[in-house]
C-alpha cells in the first residue's frame, strides 16, 4: 500500500494517480493522526507548507515514529526546505543566480525589479514587477492592508526570459523516489507562467515540449535541486534565463492530470508519456500487506490536553 498525506481540502491532485494504482490511498493528516494505529505501508508527506508551525511539528512526529518501524517514508516535513529557504539557499550555492527576501527584510532589498508572494500556499504573484524601492514599500502596504501577514510575505528578483517575445515558459520535472520525470511545458504570455494559455504555443513549440518530456534533459539538474532541499517527492519549476535554468519553487503535491484532448497532437502524447511514467514510478513505490500494524504514540506536547485530544485529534486542522 501506499499512502499519500494532505492536507484534507488539498488531495483532489493525485485522483488520476489514484484511479490508475490500485494500492495508492490518499490520507488526510488530521485522520492519520486520530488512529492509533497504522499499517505497513510506503507513506509520502506532501503539503507541509500549509501547515502552521504546530501541525508542521506533528508531521515530522508522525514522520520519525513511521521511518523507525521500517516504513518507507518520502518527504520529511522537519528537513525539508519550504519556499524562501530553498531559494535563499540555491543562491548561496550558486544555482540560481536571483535574490530573495523575507518581507520583514523589505529594507535590505538592492536588487530590482521584484515582486511579491507568499511563502506557502500556491496562489501565484501578489503584484506586478517593482522597479524601484518606493514601488515595492507602496505594494507590500497595499498586500498588508489587504490582510496578507507579513510573517508568509516573500520579495522575490524578477529572473524570467520569454522563449520567444512576449512568450514564457515553465519547465518541471517531477521526483517520484530515485525517479526523474520530465513535465510538459507550460506556455504564457505572463511573466509568471504558472496555468499555460491554449493557443500562444506553435507545433514546434510542442515538438520540443515532447522533446523535454522524452529525454528529460533537466533530469540530473532537477535531481540536485531535489537534494538540496530534501524532497523525495514532489514537481521543480522552473526557466531558462541564457540558458541556464533557475529554480523557482518545489511544489510537493502538484496537481497531476490527464490532458485527452489539444488542438495539437503532440501535445497529448507528450502529456500521455509523463503520467504514464508517473504511474510507474508511484507503483513501484507500493509496499506489500503484511506485518504487525504500527502503534502511534501521541507527540509528547498533547499529554497536556489528552481528553481534547481524544474526543478531536484533527481540532487544531483547517478542513
Not at 29 to 51: H, M, V
Not at 157 to 180: F, H, I, M, N, T
Request: proline share 6%; net charge neutral.
Amino acid at each position: 500500500m501506499i499512502y499519500f498525506l494532505s492536507t484534507a481540502s488539498h488531495n483532489y491532485t493525485h485522483k488520476s494517480i489514484a484511479a490508475g494504482v490500485p494500492s495508492f490511498r490518499m490520507l488526510s493528516y488530521p485522520l492519520a493522526l486520530a488512529r492509533g494505529r497504522l499499517e505497513r505501508a510506503t507513506y509520502i508527506f506532501s503539503d507541509y507548507d500549509r501547515l502552521s508551525f504546530w501541525q508542521l511539528e506533528l508531521a515530522a512526529h508522525l514522520y520519525r515514529q513511521l521511518a523507525a518501524a521500517g516504513c518507507r517514508v518520502l518527504n520529511d516535513p522537519g528537513r525539508a526546505l519550504q519556499r524562501l529557504s530553498l531559494l535563499r539557499r540555491l543562491t548561496r550555492e550558486g544555482v540560481n543566480s536571483f535574490q530573495a527576501w523575507p518581507a520583514a527584510d523589505a529594507a535590505t532589498v538592492d536588487r530590482f525589479p521584484v515582486f511579491l508572494r507568499t511563502q506557502a500556499a500556491h496562489r501565484g504573484v501578489l503584484s506586478d514587477l517593482l522597479q524601484t524601492r518606493e514601488a515595492m514599500m507602496a505594494a507590500l502596504d497595499g498586500v498588508l492592508d489587504e490582510g496578507y501577514p507579513l510573517r508568509d510575505l516573500m520579495i522575490v528578483e524578477y529572473c524570467a526570459q520569454p522563449v520567444r517575445d512576449d512568450l514564457y515558459r515553465k519547465l518541471s520535472v517531477y521526483r517520484v523516489g530515485d525517479v526523474l520525470i520530465a513535465s510538459p511545458c507550460v506556455h504564457e504570455r505572463h511573466w509568471a507562467a504558472k496555468y499555460g494559455e491554449i493557443g500562444v504555443a506553435d507545433q514546434a513549440l510542442y515538438d520540443d515540449d515532447y522533446r523535454i518530456v522524452r529525454d528529460n534533459p533537466y533530469g540530473d539538474y532537477a535531481r540536485r535541486i531535489f537534494d538540496l532541499a530534501s524532497i523525495e517527492y514532489g514537481r521543480v519549476d522552473f526557466g531558462l534565463v541564457n540558458g541556464r535554468p533557475e529554480t523557482y519553487e518545489i511544489n510537493s503535491n502538484p496537481a497531476i492530470c490527464q490532458t485527452h484532448e489539444h488542438p495539437f497532437p503532440i501535445r497529448v502524447e507528450a502529456a500521455k508519456l509523463c503520467h504514464d511514467r508517473l504511474l510507474g514510478a508511484v507503483a513501484a513505490l507500493d509496499t506489500p500487506k503484511g506485518g504487525q500494524p504500527i502503534s502511534i504514540t501521541p507527540h509528547p506536547s498533547t499529554a497536556t490536553h489528552q481528553r481534547r485530544w481524544r474526543l478531536a485529534p484533527g481540532y487544531q486542522w483547517m478542513p
